[in-house]
């Protein structure tokens, strides 16, 4: 019989991650690539990264035991590991998605972004991830795409088109099965997709850019928080 723990379900037969869980697993893949000074991360600044107000939809409002729990049960499931560092102050946590999944930095980045912003077409993806990696074109992205969605368990798939739209938005599996299909009936009788925003144009690319400068505020702020932090 098939070992029944939550662990070994992630593991082996499909994903049923948390919101709470995906929130924090996601950041840490974020932080490691735009803050790698900062990296690996204390609780606060996984708070902090957690409880953005740009880049994060939704928006969350996540206290130091969501955190601290949901970063307990990453490690139970091998995906967050405790680094420890002699001239740490605090314990220091990064995730293992990448051995854990053999996930090249292309696919960490496209999983990260739509685990944080939710469901995306490609092109907003290529465009929201870029501190993470740069793209080269779309068809670079769809390629990521196509890979997440072979892997085993999947982690990655395609929804249906909502009425009225052309283009195709991905969604994430970490959640569960369950959680896809009903985002998928619910998308496919009109509801709208978040993370996604319909046509873009230069407005939307200006506000991508503002987005991009207040993520790097928020960053700024919280390492300046962990700093702090020592000497308290």
């Known amino acids: 019989?098939?070992?029944?723990?939550?662990?070994?379900?992630?593991?082996?037969?499909?994903?049923?991650?948390?919101?709470?869980?995906?929130?924090?697993?996601?950041?840490?893949?974020?932080?490691?690539?735009?803050?790698?000074?900062?990296?690996?991360?204390?609780?606060?600044?996984?708070?902090?990264?957690?409880?953005?107000?740009?880049?994060?939809?939704?928006?969350?409002?996540?206290?130091?035991?969501?955190?601290?729990?949901?970063?307990?049960?990453?490690?139970?499931?091998?995906?967050?590991?405790?680094?420890?560092?002699?001239?740490?102050?605090?314990?220091?946590?990064?995730?293992?998605?990448?051995?854990?999944?053999?996930?090249?930095?292309?696919?960490?980045?496209?999983?990260?972004?739509?685990?944080?912003?939710?469901?995306?077409?490609?092109?907003?993806?290529?465009?929201?991830?870029?501190?993470?990696h740069a793209f080269a074109d779309i068809p670079a992205v769809e390629a990521v795409l196509d890979h997440l969605s072979e892997k085993y368990p999947p982690m990655v798939e395609a929804l249906p088109r909502a009425p009225g739209t052309k283009e195709t938005r991905f969604a994430h599996l970490l959640e569960g099965r369950a959680a896809f299909e009903s985002l998928a009936e619910a998308v496919a009788q009109g509801a709208p997709a978040s993370g996604g925003s319909g046509g873009r144009g230069r407005v939307a690319e200006l506000e991508d850019e503002v987005r991009r400068l207040r993520e790097e505020l928020e960053a700024l702020r919280g390492e300046f928080a962990e700093f702090r932090s020592q000497f308290d």
């Open 1 to 132: 019989m098939s070992d029944n723990t939550p662990a070994a379900s992630a593991a082996d037969d499909d994903f049923d991650l948390d919101p709470v869980e995906i929130r924090v697993l996601a950041t840490m893949i974020e932080k490691s690539y735009v803050t790698p000074d900062n990296y690996p991360m204390s609780v606060n600044a996984v708070m902090t990264g957690c409880n953005q107000l740009t880049g994060r939809e939704p928006v969350m409002s996540l206290d130091e035991s969501d955190v601290r729990d949901a970063i307990a049960r990453l490690i139970e499931r091998k995906l967050v590991a405790q680094r420890d560092s002699a001239s740490a102050r605090v314990p220091k946590y990064e995730h293992l998605i990448r051995l854990r999944h053999s996930l090249p930095p292309a696919e960490q980045a496209v999983l990260a972004t739509l685990m944080l912003r939710g469901p995306q077409t490609a092109g907003e993806i290529r465009q929201r991830c870029e501190r993470m």
